[in-house]
Nanobody
Framework: QVHVVESGGGLVQAGGSLTLSCAAS????????MGWFRQAPGREREFVAAIRWDGGRTYYADSAEGRFTISRDNGNTVNLQMNSLKGEGTAVYYC??????????????????WGQGTQVTVSS
């Protein structure tokens, strides 16, 4: 089981950009599909983006499609590039790892390792 730690959150103006990073350790990172989720105040956690274990496919929530990009490198890092941020983007963003047995996608139950989250605040 991998351990994941998020970084890169902060305060950004509406329309601006921010890149979140997720560093994984303690497991075979290359076998894991990775996802980003977020939870806004008073709301349930929601899916943002996912990338398959081999980087060959990505999947986005409608709210992220066309503005966010998820990527992974050959090391142990997954990034979420967020452009044209809106106020609704204010949330705690979580990185999560999905083991091979559970596949990949938007269902949070597929992911068995979660980070502590990083706060993103979009000011208007």
């Amino acid at each position: 089981q991998v351990h994941v730690v998020e970084s890169g959150g902060g305060l950004v103006q509406a329309g601006g950009s921010l890149t979140l990073s997720c560093a994984a350790s303690g497991g075979m990172f290359s076998d894991y599909s990775m996802g980003w989720f977020r939870q806004a105040p008073g709301r349930e956690r929601e899916f943002v983006a996912a990338i398959r274990w081999d980087g060959g496919r990505t999947y986005y929530a409608d709210s992220a499609e066309g503005r966010f990009t998820i990527s992974r490198d050959n090391g142990n890092t997954v990034n979420l590039q967020m452009n044209s941020l809106k106020g609704e983007g204010t949330a705690v963003y979580y990185c999560a790892a999905s083991p091979p047995a559970t596949g990949w996608g938007a269902w949070d139950a597929q992911y068995d390792s979660w980070g502590q989250g990083t706060q993103v605040t979009v000011s208007s």
